[in-house]
T-cell receptor, first 116, second 113 residues
Framework: GAVVSQHPSRVICKSGTSVKIECRSLDFQATTMFWYRQFPKQSLMLMATSNEGSKATYEQGVEKDKFLINHASLTLSTLTVTSAHPEDSSFYIC????????????FGNGTRLTVT | GENVEQHPSTLSVQEGDSAVIKCTYSDSASNYFPWYKQELGKRPQLIIDIRSNVGEKKDQRIAVTLNKTAKHFSLHITETQPEDSAVYFCAAAIYNQGGKLIFGQGTELSVKP
């Protein structure tokens, strides 16, 4: 079963509004989670590393004030797309790895964001 | 930072033939190389991975080879089936950094019956 849960799976919002996406680790505590964005027919691009209890680390070119990341607990990271625009429409996927086990990275099911 | 290049971008094979996808990476510190299969609108699914302490790993019809000196690794699928059709991504990471993956551009594999 899924060990990383992402919600919502789909969201449609109007330009200028904000959208929050949640990523939860279900069976383990994740001090680090990762957020990716995927445009149609393109690869997964790492946006940021979410660190529990501290600031996220953003990749070059990703606006930290637009994509707010909060990792307030060991099982939950949230990504908020602020003042969304149509060009923010994309597939957003989170991932996490159980640090206590020799396990691979687990991905959430992704969130399809459409900004109208 | 790490950069991963993947080729080809599209690959069409006849059912039963083999398919090979190749990737190169730039950061010699990378030591973990997974391959993912992604179907339309779904999350990537890990199909095989390899650590830098081995040169080859096989799981039934799927195998991955790694050449650390040349910084390249390849996915081999034998006896392809129509259900193998999907987009495949390679990735590279430093494993003990918690799984920060850098992905290749993807290969759209089409297996024709």
């Amino acid at each position: 079963g899924a060990v990383v849960s992402q919600h919502p799976s789909r969201v449609i919002c109007k330009s200028g509004t904000s959208v929050k996406i949640e990523c939860r680790s279900l069976d383990f505590q994740a001090t680090t989670m990762f957020w990716y964005r995927q445009f149609p027919k393109q690869s997964l691009m790492l946006m940021a590393t979410s660190n529990e209890g501290s600031k996220a680390t953003y990749e070059q070119g990703v606006e930290k004030d637009k994509f707010l990341i909060n990792h307030a607990s060991l099982t939950l990271s949230t990504l908020t797309v602020t003042s969304a625009h149509p060009e923010d429409s994309s597939f957003y996927i989170c991932s996490a790895r159980d640090p206590g086990a020799n396990s691979p990275l687990h991905f959430g099911n992704g969130t399809r964001l459409t900004v109208t | 930072g790490e950069n991963v290049e993947q080729h080809p971008s599209t690959l069409s094979v006849q059912e039963g033939d083999s398919a090979v996808i190749k990737c190169t990476y730039s950061d010699s510190a990378s030591n973990y190389f997974p391959w993912y299969k992604q179907e339309l609108g779904k999350r990537p699914q890990l199909i095989i991975d390899i650590r830098s302490n081995v040169g080859e790993k096989k799981d039934q019809r799927i195998a991955v080879t790694l050449n650390k000196t040349a910084k390249h690794f390849s996915l081999h699928i034998t006896e392809t089936q129509p259900e193998d059709s999907a987009v495949y991504f390679c990735a590279a990471a430093i494993y003990n950094q918690g799984g920060k993956l850098i992905f290749g551009q993807g290969t759209e594999l089409s297996v024709k019956p």
